[in-house]
């Protein structure tokens, strides 16, 4: 019955230069291709749950117990690259998020600052790259424009053929931003050789506001992008550094600093105190004929959070910001996954390429709670996740799991579910 209810319609996928271009690839990976190439990526899911919407308002012991089911277009990406020359690369990539088209969000001065906000569909139509490389030499390069942060792993490798689920891993997206991206410069480029291979990038990009903060998720909501301009006054810094030095293997660090996200946010006279947010990232893959592993940590620190969560109770309650609070002082999410490929194990190329998986991940948004706060421990979240990816082409996989989370040290009901779902990617031309 659940299989029944909760079977995939069908999904869209495409691929992108995107995941080269997040890694610090894109130099070989621009020599594929001699002028132009069109492609993009996509998912469709559908899910069998046991609880119900809101894990805060079910009652005394959590999400009330609800039998329902979903389905979804988590996304669906149309991007391409062309060149001018060999040196320079325009590269574009356009999201359409749950098959909506956004909200429009206006500050009205004449109205004393309120917000006044127009709902016009659910989901999101987003620019998600939009920038002009300039290749120079293997070492160095330059990037300008609108680009995905390299942050965790999931942005930095957030295509549905580099996860094993049949959504993306919960912990990295429910305390940053999810497929993050900013507008900014970049520096990046690949050094060493043989067992000394590195890649790297460098980013001055638009900080996160400290609007969007909460208790909840914690930066999620920070990315800014509800007006028409994204305040610079106080730009972030990311660094990453990739090494890939024996075959099949990649080590990821990355770094997040701004300075103070009160200074982008949407009124700042009412956030006069410093802000300063870091975000540190180790991420770790592992592939060969019989396997693929992944592991990633995350942590997050925000100073003197416990005075934004004053100021951010108190925002208006039309404008686009949740309001929820207290907002932890740090916030974490780690974990890790496991594939057996059953072709590489039985030795045998004409058997399905069939990968059983498991999946590992703890995650808190209040990891740790300052000044006169406590902790909610309904965000304290375990969860395992077991489930089969079927690679049906290269390109394309027919996944399927089952996911369990324990709330709070299981002090709370725990949530299950069952999802199968659909990916492609691939680009559909290139010349």
């Known amino acids: 019955m659940i299989l029944k209810t909760s079977i995939m319609i069908g999904a869209v996928a495409c691929a992108i230069s995107a995941q ?7 130099i070989a990976d621009y020599q594929s291709f001699s002028k132009y190439r069109i492609g993009g990526y996509g998912e469709m899911v559908s899910a069998f749950k046991d609880y119900g919407t809101n894990r ?11 039998n329902r089911n979903t389905i979804s277009i988590p996304r669906l990406v149309v991007a391409g690259d062309y060149k001018f020359t ?72 957030h295509e549905p053929l580099n996860f094993f689920g049949t959504v993306r891993p919960e912990g990295e997206t429910s305390i940053i931003p999810n497929t993050w991206h900013e507008t900014g410069l970049e520096f990046f480029g690949q050094f060493g050789k043989g067992y000394a291979s590195f890649t790297y990038q460098a980013m001055i990009v638009a900080g996160l506001n400290a609007n969007g903060f909460d208790r909840n998720n914690w930066a999620q909501g920070g990315k800014q992008g509800y007006f028409e301009e994204d305040n610079f006054t106080s730009p972030a810094y990311v660094a990453r550094l990739d090494y890939k030095g024996v075959p099949g293997l990649r080590l990821g660090l990355s770094y997040y600093f701004c300075n103070n996200i009160g200074s982008n946010s949407d009124k700042t006279n009412q956030y006069t105190d410093k802000f300063p947010l870091r975000i540190y990232n180790v991420e770790a893959q592992y592939k060969n004929k019989w396997i693929e592993a992944r592991a990633n940590w995350l942590k997050g620190s925000l100073t003197n959070s416990h005075i934004l969560s004053a100021k951010n109770g108190k925002q208006s309650n039309k404008s686009p910001y949740s309001r929820i609070t207290p907002i932890a002082h740090e916030a974490v999410a780690y974990g890790g996954e496991l594939g057996v490929k059953v072709r590489g194990i039985i030795n045998n190329a004409n058997f399905p390429n069939i990968i059983p998986f498991c999946r590992y991940e703890y995650y808190n948004p209040q990891e740790d709670v300052t000044g006169m706060y406590v902790a909610d421990n309904r965000l304290k979240t375990s969860m395992w996740v077991a489930g089969v990816n079927w690679r049906v082409l290269p390109n394309l996989v027919v996944k399927a799991d089952y996911t369990t989370r324990s709330i709070g040290s299981g002090k709370y009901n725990s949530e299950n579910e069952f999802a199968v779902g659909l990916a492609w990617a691939g680009w559909f031309t290139r010349n």
């Not at 805060?56 to 609800?66: E, I, Q």
């Open 20 to 26: 080269a271009q997040q890694n610090g690839d894109s």
């Open 56 to 66: 805060f308002y079910g009652g005394s012991d959590g999400t009330r117990k609800v």
């Open 86 to 157: 060999d040196k320079w690369i325009l590269g574009v990539e356009v999201e359409f998020e749950a098959g909506g088209t956004g909200n429009a969000v206006e500050i009205e001065n004449t109205e004393n600052g309120e917000y006044e906000t127009e709902i016009e569909k659910g989901g999101e139509v987003a620019i998600e790259q939009f920038h002009i490389t300039r290749l120079i030499t293997p070492a160095f390069n330059v990037r300008v424009g609108h680009f995905v942060i390299p942050v965790g792993q999931n942005n930095a490798h």
